[in-house]
């Protein structure tokens, strides 16, 4: 590579990765999994938007061929490896045990469904569907059926992480639902492409391999990391030999599949669900590799996926929505079925349905090869992205609304700056109360008088210093649409009555609604957890500003769930 | 890319980072740093080597162009940003300033002895040097003296980290000179391609602007950053928020020095510098990072050095020692005055003068750059890369042997299987001792008599509970060579008086020297720090071999000492 091809690259990395992080957070507060945020940056960047706008820089930034694209295409593949073996890593084979009959139900009922109405579809229709008027009838029947019977495991996986759902029962269904929808349908398309070449035959040892991998890695694989684990942090460096020890595995279970004919992503994620299935890997290990991987590098791939295709020239109404329909048809029923079959409740059979109807980036991928293999045209592949697209976005708030989730209350969420009181005026508790009930009333325009009287009657029936250097007052109120929150920074600490007899130094004043009785415990809860670490109370006294403190709760917060 | 070629980019990156991390760790053990492991690794699996004994895999897994070859570079080229961020990170803004004179004195010597130096050798004797024939005698004798004058900043920066000394003042004062020289370095070395290129003139922009982006960084850019830390710790995700804005810094810090014409490398390394300075960076979040990079990602880096050049065929060993002679004369001298000159102490002085000798990965950057650029021919570049490897090697155990260095004690490296005894038999206190007693000496060849009345003498005097369930009965003993430590678990637990009234479950069991005093108190206050951790004490019941005792003993010191 050239030096001005390195620049192009580093830039178009840099691009990548800061507008994939700035949607990805965009789709977090949109409640939807950042993933997608991520993807809509690429087609942003993409020949779509960025390409037509400013077709000269585009094509310098992120040319379609030539040693800059081998070279970004190569990082993204080395980051999506990484990110499947986390995703394994991440699996719980005990849990997909325990649920193994409903897992079982799922994944037949949810390849079955969708490839026998794939088949149907595109037997009766294949000019609506986008076969080309030259393409063999026989593989493209067979290719449509089984771009709507895989799901999108990376994806999958990324939502499920977000909603924090991956390590629940639930997760685990659809994951292990996913993984063995997908190994079917990568072997089956494995078949399809082996017919295009050289008609029909050579199949079986393929089959025979791909099984041949998984097993051997949930069984003897298993054992040997399990007992290698203890080896390795025992005689080598640390944290060097682990991880260097998980990253060679990945690599090399990703060639394993690779040379087997499937894709190279399973080797990787059957690699990731053997380590992490070893009880000897630390838990901060996990958390370190997890935590850069997805966070730090993945957003880097899913960035990467909407740069290879222009999503306006290729763009078909109503072939978009055709596919769009037959495939959530297919998935969601089937699955949600085959749920209900295995004895899940309604309500978790549609959130198992929802959950393994995101295509997402394996669809693209598909996709991808067929179009380069001539079994299907740009208009289907842009129809089939948009699909993986809208069936992905779909996930997330749907699964969520099939379960009813409430998110919980988290701290930071109920803090205003108006409510933030540093230094916290007055030399008594009284004084102190008045002046941040005060502001706090008045922030959320509330009777300021009543909130106060409110507060100190509370505070009369019993102290609210819970040691440690804090206060916890707090009091209901009539008419309250939602608990708020009020701080305050007493430098010189005021007398709150606290078990260990310590001045509180910093004041958390709670309301809730009389009706609402779960927010009080659960926000008095999080406030003694958070505090119990003397580097939190450190910190706190700290505090210079309302953004330091609602980043002191807020990572801390994040901390505290990860460690549960 | 096709399916093989990605076969072979798998398989490629998997032998690189497996062997580069086996070799790394066979370094660490002959006291050398890990990364020269890494880089022989590559040797062997390059030309040298695997392209000599199988020349067809050779060319599969490793090919020198085409796609493979693109990507593994491209990947390579990826980690060292990442590499040269973290490296920026670590440097403390401070402590340069507090050496600032040491580190101004021993960088000015530093480049202008060895540069006097190679420019006189280059000009007396051109041909023994290697200047090929047709080359132009100016352009060559300015690189040659560039050559001798440059560090190799990565490597140093690891060299400085495997030895602990990174964050010391000496190590500051090393690196800061590194930081100078390099700039230095690279900014002549651009001016002599712009001499190739356009006959000399345009090269003062370039100058500007890299001294200007410095500044840029080193002030507005470390407050911007410092600004902007806790706004996106409070309002992005956690820790996706945080990693995204450290990596979109680094690529485009590399992009600008990139554009601006002197290495990419340099920009990172100043956008780590600037955000490593901002105390708002939680200290999880650069370990994080840390760990992942420079443990995990930067061996495939340090691995695919030695991929490009044959070493047999280009070498010729007079050349090679005259460069060596040359080289280090000119660094180790010119910077050992320079740290004398600013008052440092002798052996820091030479301890200064070794570590700025270390040529590495930049050296060879250089050469490959200059190979390209027709100034030098293969066999100086590789002379100049085994100069960058004999210097590298020297660099860490000249520094210890300089400085004096004695290894602290660290009580997994004091345990054998022998003397771990579980179930410690006895259940009196008395009768536990005398067990453990008995296979500690008998492990070690130690009087067994003599041992248990010693131990048993010492345990009268003052019992040796130190409670947490812990207990460390301990002696001195005439004769021993150093300190031996045993091990014993007693699932029931046996009573040593211990202050909180609870019975040990492990015993460890010291024995020194009557004159190794420091031994005895290091010892036993390691053991009472580790066994604070509630976490280390439930892990430790549960032990049951002596390989996972040394796992947790090794992965908790670790831990404590970097907490610490």
């Keep these: 590579m050239s030096g001005d091809d390195t620049l192009s690259l580093l830039l178009a990395l840099g ?3 800061a507008l994939g992080r700035a949607l990805g957070e965009l789709a977090f507060r949109l409640k939807q999994a950042p993933v997608l945020g991520e993807i809509v940056a690429g087609i942003l960047l993409g020949p779509t938007v960025f390409g037509r706008v400013a077709p000269g820089a585009f094509e310098t930034l992120f040319p379609a061929e030539g040693p800059v694209a081998i070279a970004r295409d190569g990082l993204a593949g080395f980051v999506v490896t990484l990110f499947m073996l986390v995703a394994g890593m991440e699996v719980e084979l005990s849990t997909i045990w325990r649920r193994g009959r409903a897992a079982f139900a799922v994944s037949l ?14 037997l009766f229709m294949p000019r609506a569907l986008g076969c080309e008027p030259g393409a063999d009838p026989v593989v493209f029947t067979l290719f449509f059926a089984i771009a709507l019977s895989i799901s999108a495991l990376p994806v999958i996986a990324r939502t499920l ?10 997760g685990m269904v659809v994951i292990a639902s996913a993984v063995f929808d997908d190994l079917v349908g990568w072997i089956v398309f494995a078949i399809v492409l082996g017919m295009l070449e050289h008609g029909g035959q050579s199949v079986a040892p393929t089959v025979a391999l791909v099984v041949g991998y998984a097993a051997l890695m949930l069984t003897a694989g298993r054992w040997a990391i399990d007992r290698s684990l203890p080896w390795i942090q025992a005689h080598l460096s640390w944290p060097a030999g682990v991880l260097g020890f998980a990253l060679v595995l990945a690599l090399f279970g990703a060639a394993a599949t690779q040379w087997i004919g499937v894709h190279a992503l399973f080797g990787a994620f059957m690699a990731g669900v053997a380590l992490g299935d070893s009880k000897h890997l630390r838990e901060t290990m996990r958390t370190s590799i997890e935590r850069f991987v997805s966070s730090g590098l993945a957003p880097l791939f899913f960035a990467t996926i909407g740069l290879g295709v222009d999503f306006y020239v290729h763009f078909d109404l109503g072939l978009a929505a055709l596919v ?16 209900r079959w295995a ?18 980036a394996m669809e693209i991928i598909l996709g991808l090869v067929a179009l380069r293999a001539g079994i299907i045209g740009e208009r289907l592949f842009v129809a089939l992205v948009l699909m993986a697209l809208v069936t992905s976005i779909m996930s997330g708030p749907l699964m969520q609304r099939s379960l009813g989730q409430r998110r919980s209350r988290r701290i930071h969420e109920l803090l205003r700056p108006g409510a933030f009181k ?13 002046h941040l009930a005060g502001a706090l009333a008045e ?13 100190l009657a509370r505070e009369r029936v019993q102290a609210t210093g819970i040691g440690n250097g804090v206060a916890v007052p707090h009091a209901r109120l009539a008419g309250l649409k939602g608990p708020v929150v009020g701080v305050g920074i007493s430098p010189e600490g005021l007398d709150f009555d606290a078990p260990d007899g310590r ?62």
């Design 15 to 17: 691009l990548l990765l």
């Design 109 to 122: 009922t949810g390849i079955a469904i969708p490839f026998a109405l794939g088949l149907a579809a595109a």
């Design 161 to 170: 992480m977000d909603l924090n759902l991956y390590r629940s029962d639930l």
């Design 324 to 339: 769009i329909v037959i495939a959530c048809a297919g998935k969601v029923l089937g699955c949600a079925w085959g749920a």
């Design 343 to 360: 004895g899940m409740s309604k309500r978790e059979s549609w959130a198992v349905g929802f959950g393994m109807n995101a295509r997402g």
């Design 422 to 434: 540093s230094p916290l005026l007055g030399r008594t508790r009284t004084d102190g109360l008045l």
């Design 443 to 455: 922030e959320h325009k509330l009777p300021v008088a009543e909130v106060q009287r409110a507060v």
């Design 503 to 564: 001045p509180a130094r910093i004041v958390f004043l709670i309301l809730t609604a009389p009706q609402d009785d779960g927010a009080q415990v659960e926000l008095l809860a999080a406030i003694g957890r958070l505090f119990e670490d003397p580097g939190v109370r450190e910190r706190a006294v700290g505090l210079r500003s309302f953004t330091e403190l609602q980043a002191l709760l807020k990572v801390e917060a994040a901390h505290a769930g990860a460690s549960r």
